[in-house]
């Protein structure tokens, strides 16, 4: 399937994608279906690089706005389903820039055979997962898709520093589900992974010490979680107005200003993503500057989001509160989703950058 199809076959899936949205949000439950028809759709192929079968999405800048349009498009189905691919995305953007040939095609045909990978990089306070005499001991939290994954990005702690390593997640890991705990992003499926004396697979460690925490893939890729965000905040936007149109609001002049303000916020935060997007992956400006521009569009959309969020609930009252109005769930999820790392330290390295220059 060309880009442009798979891109519109995409879109198609959305309104299901919606209309499940509320049910796997209630249950807490990973979007199994879903991720069955991107699979289907060759979708979890796509990050791949050209001579391995995929597009390059997040792997060559001919992928890029392939990429941005699979994120936008997912983050507009689901929340959770954009967060959950973009991990993939990243785990196999890790693999192909810093694997070795061999690992990196051990990697392809995991992908081409159906497996989704995770991203776990995140330790639970004093439990940080480490590497000893060879064996994984404890663990990763929040990991989304625990118990869905097959594969893992792991970062682990080692003699010689922080280490990553592809890990395969089966029966010897043990699942311990995040249930009740997360205001949103619900579906995600979250949970703490626990590696007892795990043995690290032959060949698994993927790169050197400190290749994870090396600019500019640490900060830069975060323009994917951004593309992924926008899709939520496009769900926002559209789902208000059809609710204030259907309530014969579209006249009202207040309810016009807050609306005429979130589509400001949404193109806003559009622009923002597809030019980190386009700069990140074309890499032809300076490390330094793709990182600050980034951190720049981070703060940009989650600023754009937040300002439509307030106007959402002001726009719709209680309603925007009540389950099962789809905004309540969004509202959810782009509060939880935008919780990002560092969003302080983003900004102001971003503004003594542009001080530096
Ligand atoms: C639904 C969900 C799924 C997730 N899934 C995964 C996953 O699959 N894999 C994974 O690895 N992680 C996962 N995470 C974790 C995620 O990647 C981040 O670790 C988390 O979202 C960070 O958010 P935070 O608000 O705690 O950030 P923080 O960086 O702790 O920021 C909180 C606040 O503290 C400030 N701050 C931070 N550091 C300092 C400091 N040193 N001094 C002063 N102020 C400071 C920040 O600016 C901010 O204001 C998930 C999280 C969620 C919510």
Redesign the pocket.
Known sequence: MAPDALLAALARLVPAMQEQATALDADETFPEQEFQALRNLGALVAPLPLRLGGYGAGTEPEGCDLLVGMLRTLGQGNLAIG?IFE?HVNALQLIVAFGSPLQVERAATDVRDGNLF?????DPPGQALTLEAGSLCGC?G????GGHVTRALVTMLTATGTQMAVVPIDGTVGIEPMRGV?QG?RA?S?AVVRFNETSLPDDAIIGGPGDYLREPHLSTGAWRTTAVTLGGLEALVTATKSQLARRGHQDALLQQDRFGRMLIAQETARLWTVSAARCTEAGATPVADRVAYVNLARIAVETACLDTMRLAQRALGLAAFLRPNPVERLLRDLA??L???????VLTEAAAHAFSV
């Open positions: 967060r991990a995770g991203l776990w990089v995140t990763k929040p990991c989304s898709a997360l992003m995600c979250n939880v989703y919780r990002q790392p560092a969003p302080d330290a």
